[in-house]
């Protein structure tokens, strides 16, 4: 594991310090998140709560064929706000890390730590990027594919639009970018901030500058982690969505290990 060259960042009275982290750090987290998750399995948990969220997804676009083109977005947009709903698997690390009892009841309790008003600050800053994002993807959407007749009457016919006329891979280039960019944002700003805020009281503003620094001062492997994060999330979807119930857990206890050696506890 790198831990050298620490860099200093003096915010909200303290300094901060974090590290340089290399690829072998990523593996590692990784695995460590495995171990956690086969310690603590988090599958029954996500169950419990993803499959109401794609069965009122499939009834609204059964019954509201106007918002087809708002459920890609709408899915791609959750991950934004996934480091929020991962506190729990954070709380759950750093108790099993520390030795303590990281039972199923302990999940939550990052709602009542010192650093839940963080939490819950943090929280609202993903919202503000989840909504700004909706935003712009209806935006482009009515910018291009909407001037297609008859492009919302039916998913086969949206289908169709989308990948049959100009306005729909204007649409799909477009909003492929802004979505990148978001992602971007989105990674820079909570790859340890969540973590950071479940494991010590401190406050928002401190909790995203750290992230951001540490993105700053490691680009290339947290860019990596970005796409390691991308592809287990694909591939977990690829079995009707089946494997996020053991990659979101993974994801989350992996973050927790990446925080751990990106920054000087």
């Given amino acids: 594991m790198a831990m050298a060259h620490p860099s200093q960042a003096a915010s909200a009275g303290k300094d901060i310090s974090v590290r340089t982290i290399t690829f072998d750090d990523l593996r590692i ?14 599958d029954l948990l996500f169950i419990g709560f993803i499959y109401p969220i794609i069965v009122a997804l499939a009834i609204m676009s059964a019954s509201q064929m106007s918002i087809l083109p708002l459920i890609f977005p709408l899915v791609a947009g959750a991950i934004l706000l996934g480091p929020a709903f991962a506190s729990g698997f954070y ?9 303590l009892d990281a039972r199923w009841r302990h999940f939550l309790d990052v709602i009542r730590k010192p650093g839940g008003s963080a939490l819950f600050d943090l929280t609202c800053v993903l919202a503000l990027l989840f909504m700004a994002w909706m935003a712009a993807a209806w935006f482009i959407y009515h910018a291009t594919l909407e001037n297609v007749p008859g492009s919302t009457s039916s998913p086969g016919a949206f289908l169709s639009a989308l990948f049959g006329t100009s306005q729909g891979w204007r649409m799909i280039v477009v909003g492929n970018l802004v979505g990148f960019g978001f992602a971007l944002l989105t990674l820079a700003v909570s790859v340890v901030s969540f973590p950071m805020a479940v494991d010590k009281p401190v406050n928002w503003g401190v909790a995203v500058r750290t992230s951001c620094r540490v993105a700053w001062h490691n680009p290339v492997t947290v860019a990596a982690w970005g796409l390691i994060v991308v592809a287990l999330l694909v591939l ?5 969505l ?23 506890r």
């Fill in 91 to 99: 709380e759950l690390a750093r108790r099993r890390e520390a030795g």
């Fill in 242 to 264: 089946v494997g996020l119930a053991v990659v979101l857990p993974v994801l989350g206890y992996a973050t927790w290990h990446l925080y751990t050696r990106a920054v000087v």
């Fill in 29 to 42: 987290a990784l695995r460590q998140g495995w171990d956690d998750f086969l310690a603590k399995r988090g």
């Fill in 236 to 240: 977990g979807a690829l079995p009707a």
